[in-house]
């Protein structure tokens, strides 16, 4: 400790005072190094004089200069929960940032990181960042900061207990620890509900996931979700996994007629599914984000449509866990290994997970999904 403190105070002795640089600018001017008036440079960067050592941020991460609140408005319950967080000039000062967001990170109000991961960077424009909050109660604060070195992002750790998950930009790369990346067969990169998604042409469009994958392999939970926006079509499908070719054990996410969901978990040929009923609201032509869920601990199915219950199905004769094995096939976009009821409309953020969720966990995301969850509060410089 004596050492870093005798370290900073050389540096310190090293940086001229200088008059204001502007917002723009906050590397060192070198030789000799200066920095806007109540910064230091430490290396080749301005900060806030920071403690003893002001190469070292909160909890590992490098000095950042600016942060700004995220006050949740919601009073869940819910834990384990990858928020978005949609970002835009309004929201944070582009300038200040790296141009590829790679100095962004958050905290939560006891300064402990927060793991995210950075699905599209737009500066000038809408950035869109996943972050997962252990916890989330009433008046929780999340600290956005950023204006400072690299900070490595961490998708793996963000999707930590799902399977899959494809956010669709421009590809079909899993972002979860998995790595279950798709390939796209004739499916084509369109606009989607977050950033990008996917269009299917109702004909023989398909994604195709690896082979062998461990999707709910032996789980008590099984949750599926993606958000849909389908053309005017009966009978077409969104996700299908199967643990083999035939029509045993599989999972599903499809709808059956013009506007009815079913999701279902089947480990052996008996069915475990919970269809929505004929008032159902999904409609052609707009967005809607789908979630069914099964816990087999307590026998039960639930179906969601926009992070609001739908159905659900209480059968004490489910099966105590999902098949145990790996899959034969995944497919989204068509219904079986036969390619039947192909679906005809965008797809966007599918993601599979063998947790149940519940009702909270479902608004909580569908609130962050919609810009709904947080307000921004002003930027502050780091204290
Ligand atoms: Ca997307
Ligand atoms: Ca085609």
Redesign the pocket.
């Known amino acids: 400790m004596e050492r870093a403190i005798i370290t900073v105070f050389a540096l310190v002795a090293g940086c001229v005072a200088a008059p204001d640089l502007g917002s723009g600018d906050f590397l060192c001017a070198q030789e000799p190094k200066v920095c806007p008036e109540g910064r230091i440079c430490v290396g080749d960067r301005c900060v806030l004089p920071g403690g003893a050592d002001a190469s070292v941020g909160p909890d590992g991460a490098p000095p950042s200069r600016f942060r700004r609140p995220l006050v949740a408005s919601s009073d869940s319950s819910a834990s384990d929960i990858p928020v978005l967080v949609i970002l835009n000039p309004d929201r944070i000062n582009y300038s200040e940032s790296q141009p590829d967001g790679r100095d962004v990170f958050f905290l939560d109000s006891t300064g402990t990181r927060l793991a995210h991961e950075i699905e599209r960077w737009q500066p000038g424009g809408e950035s869109l960042v996943w972050v997962r909050l252990p916890a989330l109660q009433d008046g929780a604060t999340v600290y956005l900061h950023y204006g400072g070195d690299d900070v490595s992002e961490n998708s793996a750790a963000v999707w930590q207990d799902f399977d899959l998950v494809y956010h669709f930009d421009g590809d079909a790369a899993d972002s979860s620890p998995r790595g279950y990346s798709g390939t796209l067969e004739?499916a084509a990169s369109a606009g989607g509900r977050l950033g990008g998604g996917l269009e299917f042409?109702g004909?023989?469009?398909l994604v195709r996931t690896p082979v062998n994958a461990d999707l709910f392999r032996g789980a008590a939970g099984a949750s599926i979700s993606c958000w849909i926006n389908r053309s005017p079509t009966v009978g077409s499908a969104f996700v299908e996994i199967a643990n083999s070719t035939g029509d045993s054990s599989r999972a599903f996410l499809t709808q059956i007629s013009a506007g009815r969901l079913r999701f279902g978990v089947r480990p052996t040929d008996e069915q475990a599914v919970v269809t929505s009923n004929d008032a159902e609201p999904i409609t052609d032509g707009q967005w809607q984000w789908i979630l069914g869920t099964a816990d087999l601990s307590a026998k039960r199915l639930d179906l969601y449509v926009d992070g609001q219950l739908v159905d659900s199905v209480l059968d004490p004769t489910l099966p105590a866990t999902t098949v145990d094995q790996p899959s034969a096939f995944a497919i989204l976009g068509h219904d079986d290994i036969n390619l039947n009821n192909p679906f005809d409309g965008l797809l966007d953020e599918i993601r599979i997970s063998s947790r149940a969720r519940n009702a909270d966990w479902a608004a909580v995301q569908y609130a962050a999904m919609t810009d709904s969850l947080f307000a921004f509060g002003a930027e502050e410089l780091v204290p």
């Open positions: 004739g042409d004909v023989d469009d």
